[in-house]
């Protein structure tokens, strides 16, 4: 016998030696088991693209297949409402998990402070590798990243600019929905497979100036878009709908924005027309100045058939750039599919705000009124969301970060405001807020809406706003949807206004916003 020829201490220590390799075997097992289990994540982030205009949230005006796909396979967020609703703001909030008077980013077009923590940062201690492709507009390049190139800006839609992580700017030839496609599929085909990843796929579509890729020139030509109940919204009662400049009529330019004889030659920064290749010039410009200018000349418009002109040409150019971004969604999709990373991969689709199409005679965003508060939300986590979930509870943007990383298995730091809402995806009964709180401040330019805070319950937004004019505003959203008739300080609505005002500086306190307790508690 084999045994009979060892020493007993020796074949002790061989038994027990061959037991500890079996066991840090099992244990290496283990581990591998749990890394591969921790779920890839993918957040496609769009620019002004909002609920009125995806098919999943009921649009009658456009289809929108890929991103309805992510909210069948998944769940879809029906009241879920921003802090801010601005471009920068928004994805200082994401990065941040923090309000715009915390972060600091507040206004559009600032420089974003890199040295505050950002939740990407968790990732990455928790082993992830993190991206962010595409649009970022923070005027800055935080830390939280292993791999950036994004746009400078808003960038622009055809053969735009791109910053890397060394600060270098490259120009990416194309349609920039396909280009932030490309360059996030050439990432992901490059990363390192044995590490999981947070990769956000930052587009510049739906924002203006809607200049469509190619294919897409012409696709709603056949289509007259029905007017919205408040186009023509007189703002009776309410001054800061009154007081705004973002109106499809006055505000809304021709040549800029609608491309009614654009200006194809002037070279400049901001001048996105004059970046065209000859080859891409050519069916634009035919498109735009031969059709649609020579049309707008032939009608000599005036009055309210203008108005409606330019309403449904901004419809027209608006659905066709979210047709590119829609494809692009599913082309990552497909990749997905056939590389077997789908059932182990989160994928969010979220833009940064809503936007109004039309309602109150306006384009743009801003108020804490519904149309710019919600965002539209969907995502799908094969295995642990169930197909078709439906989200109706308050969400806001500041718990995005938090349910990522609560997703991840990576701990929450304190200096997040929001709240993980994973139990809410997973069906389980959880404690839930009952108001939002918002904040907005980019004031006089561009579009003259008056800086404002308030709370959103699940029947009433109560607002105040302040600068050069101070007053309330109460609107009941159940009975009053298109909020047209403010109710503060009318009769009956005493009480209903007291319990607002308590609850909106409940929050105030609760998010440590301490201009607007000041400005709460001012005469």
């Known amino acids: 016998m084999i045994e009979k020829l060892i020493p007993d201490s020796l074949g002790r220590l061989l038994i027990a030696g061959t037991l500890l390799i079996a066991a840090a075997s099992c244990a290496s097992k283990k581990q591998e088991a749990a890394e591969s289990a921790r779920p890839n994540v993918i957040f496609i982030f769009s620019d002004d693209h909002t609920h009125q205009a ?40 994401l990065l941040t998990g923090k309000y715009s008077h915390l972060n600091g980013y507040k206004l559009n077009e600032k420089v974003f402070d890199i040295n505050q923590p950002v939740f990407s940062e968790e ?21 939280g990243f292993d791999y950036l190139n994004v746009l400078p800006g808003h960038g622009h839609y055809y053969n735009s600019d791109f910053v890397n992580s060394k600060g270098d700017t490259v120009r990416q030839p194309g349609y920039v929905t396909n280009v932030i496609t490309k360059l996030s599929l050439d990432w992901l085909k490059q990363r390192d497979a044995s590490k999981p990843f947070f990769l956000v796929v930052g587009h510049k579509a739906t924002h203006r100036e809607w200049l469509p890729d190619l294919p897409d020139l012409g696709a709603y030509d ?71 200018s020579k049309e707008f000349d032939a009608k000599k418009l005036t009055g309210k058939a203008l108005i409606e002109w330019k ?44 936007f109004y199409m039309g309602e ?34 308050l969400v ?21 405001q929001g709240e ?27 579009h003259h809406v008056y800086p404002h805070f308030g709370i959103r319950t699940d029947q009433y937004t109560l607002a105040r706003f302040y600068g050069p004019k101070n007053f309330w505003e109460l609107y009941d959203l159940k009975n009053d949807p298109h909020e047209l008739d403010n109710l503060y300080g009318k009769k009956g609505y005493e009480a209903i206004t007291a319990d607002l005002k308590a609850r909106l ?5 609760k998010y440590k916003d301490d201009e607007a307790l000041q400005l709460l508690d001012r005469k």
């Not at 806001?396 to 304190?414: K, Q, R």
């Not at 500086?505 to 306190?509: A, D, F, G, L, R």
């Open 54 to 93: 995806i098919s999943a949230y009921g649009s009658q005006l456009a289809k929108t297949p890929n991103i309805d796909r992510i909210a069948s396979e998944g769940a879809i967020l029906h009241t879920n409402v921003v802090t801010n609703s601005i471009c920068g703001p928004s994805r200082a909030t």
């Open 123 to 143: 990732l990455q201690k928790n082993g992830y590798q993190t991206a962010w492709i595409g649009k970022m507009h923070l005027g800055a390049l935080p830390h």
């Open 222 to 292: 056949n289509v007259t878009f029905p007017l919205p109940p408040t186009f023509y919204d007189d703002y009776k009662g309410r001054i800061a709908a009154h007081d705004q400049d973002m109106t499809i009529d006055k505000t809304m330019r021709l040549k800029e924005d609608l491309k009614v004889h654009a200006d194809y030659d002037t070279k400049g920064p901001y001048n996105g027309y004059s970046r065209f290749t000859p080859e891409q010039k050519k069916p634009f410009y035919d498109y735009y100045e031969n059709k649609v």
């Open 311 to 354: 309403y449904q040409r901004y419809l027209k150019d608006y659905l066709s750039v979210a047709n590119s971004l829609d494809r692009n969604i599913g082309e990552l999709l497909d990749y997905l599919d056939k590389s077997g990373l789908a059932k182990n991969t989160v994928v969010i689709y979220a833009s940064d705000q809503g």
């Open 360 to 393: 109150h005679g306006w384009f743009d965003k801003r108020f804490i009124y519904e149309e710019s508060l919600k965002t539209p939300f969907v995502i799908r986590y094969p295995g642990v969301i169930k197909p078709h979930t439906q989200i109706s509870e």
């Open 396 to 416: 806001s943007n500041i718990d995005w970060a938090p349910t990522v990383l609560n997703l991840t298995g990576t701990t929450i730091p304190e200096y997040v």
């Open 420 to 446: 993980s809402f994973l139990p809410l995806l997973k069906g389980e009964k959880t404690p839930w807020r009952k108001e939002a709180y918002y904040h907005y401040y980019e004031f006089p330019q561009p």
């Open 505 to 509: 500086k409940n929050q105030i306190q």
